[in-house]
């Protein structure tokens, strides 16, 4: 136990290697980034805007659910284990997604690609701030989230390109082949647990335990719900510019390589920025980052409905891209600054539990006020919530 050490420097072959793995998670949401909803319209001839959003509630309902559970059970069954675990259930994924004749196959592939990103992102999140500790926190989770950002907008653009040029089935989800079987094997035979880096931050840590994990990191504890709500409504506006973005840009007659530069320019500038953003985690004040993180994905939010040329979508793509940079990396530093080390896993299955119900809540949503009033109503109305959530930061969250 004394060999034990924290900080980045000091594990730097172990948090390399989980980088790279979860560039291999993200790469596993890329892969449907651009194109299923066409698939969905194309192959399968649905036109209602709330069934075809159907994988993006059933993905966020399903990662929820499993990013709360590997928290709980961190502590118990071990990190790694549940890193294992998700990509043994990843490898079936890509060969549904190409062989799949119904609807009901693709949203059955979600089911499992939301346990899969809910065990292997959690897994990877956690591990990384055991190995750091307190000083780098921030930093850390830019890296960790750059890489799975910069692959899902890696890979949206490339299956957007491979889509073009030969199809939307199957060469497209031939990538994720390999992504599960390389992820597979690095976190079987090279992944360490960190569980000795828990106990030795513990006996030092001076931050007192949470009566009930579940409620103050909610909502009871004003900084961390105030966090927790933040979380849900960034993630219900990337579940609408995911479901809904692409059919916004068909119906401005972009055609499908247009579509994937504009779709992947969003998650590469997110996963980017992160690179910087972590970092300034550290250093600024983290009410301030969030604050100013969602009111730009707000701003943005409401002028694509103004917007019509690539050059107007391609610029309000990079500023969500920045907002969502600013507040990503922080989410996860700032509830690791008030959660217990021992409580730390569960505190952040409970907030990335409510933060992916906003995958669900924002395409059950968005659907809903597209099919009835329109796209341009169901993208204004995910900017207004969002503003409205950075005035929540700014009122409630302390400094």
């Known amino acids: 136990m004394s060999e034990v050490k924290l900080g980045l420097r000091q594990n730097w072959q172990q948090f390399a290697l989980l980088v790279v793995i979860n560039a291999f998670v993200g790469g596993m949401v890329g892969l449907e980034r651009t194109i299923l909803p066409e698939i969905a319209e194309t192959d399968f001839g649905m036109a209602a805007k709330t069934a075809i959003l159907s994988f993006i509630v059933v993905f966020g309902v399903v990662k929820a659910i499993t990013n709360y559970y590997t928290g709980t059970l961190a502590n118990k069954l071990g990190r790694k284990n549940l890193l294992t675990l998700g990509w043994l259930i990843a490898l079936p994924i890509p060969f549904i997604l190409i062989y799949a004749q119904s609807w009901n196959w693709i949203i059955f592939a979600n089911v499992l690609l939301g346990i899969n990103q809910g065990l292997t992102w959690s897994s990877t999140v956690v591990m990384k701030i055991d190995l750091v500790g307190e000083k780098n926190r921030g930093l850390a989770m830019g890296l960790n989230e750059s890489a799975g950002y910069l692959a899902v907008g890696g890979v949206a653009f490339l299956t957007g390109w491979i889509a073009s040029a030969y199809g939307v089935r199957p060469y497209p989800f031939y990538l994720g082949i390999a992504f599960a079987f390389i992820g597979l094997i690095l976190s079987w035979l090279f992944v360490k647990d960190t569980a000795h880096h828990v106990h030795a931050e513990t006996t030092t840590s001076e931050l007192p335990k949470l009566k009930n994990i579940f409620w103050e990191t909610t909502w009871k504890h004003k900084s961390l719900g ?174």
């Open 226 to 399: 105030s966090i927790s709500q933040a979380g849900l409504v960034n993630n219900l506006n990337d579940g609408m510019v995911w479901g809904l973005f692409p059919i916004l840009l068909a119906t401005k007659n972009f055609d499908l390589a247009q579509i994937g530069k504009i779709v992947a320019l969003y998650p590469i500038v997110w996963g980017l920025g992160q690179l910087f953003t972590g970092k300034m985690a550290d250093h600024l004040h983290k009410k301030s980052m969030l604050f100013w993180g969602m009111l730009m994905q707000g701003v943005a939010l409401l002028l694509m409905i103004y917007a019509t040329g690539f050059f107007h979508f391609a610029i309000l793509s990079v500023a969500l891209g920045i907002g969502t940079a600013i507040v990503y990396p922080t989410f996860l530093a700032a509830i690791a600054d008030y959660a217990h080390p021992q409580q730390r896993a569960e505190s952040i299955g409970v907030f990335r539990l409510w933060r992916d119900l906003g995958y669900a809540v924002g395409a059950l949503l968005t659907g809903i006020l597209a099919d009835s009033l329109g796209i341009n109503w169901a993208v204004g109305s995910i900017g207004f919530l969002t503003i409205l959530s950075s005035i929540i930061i700014l009122i409630r969250m302390k400094k």
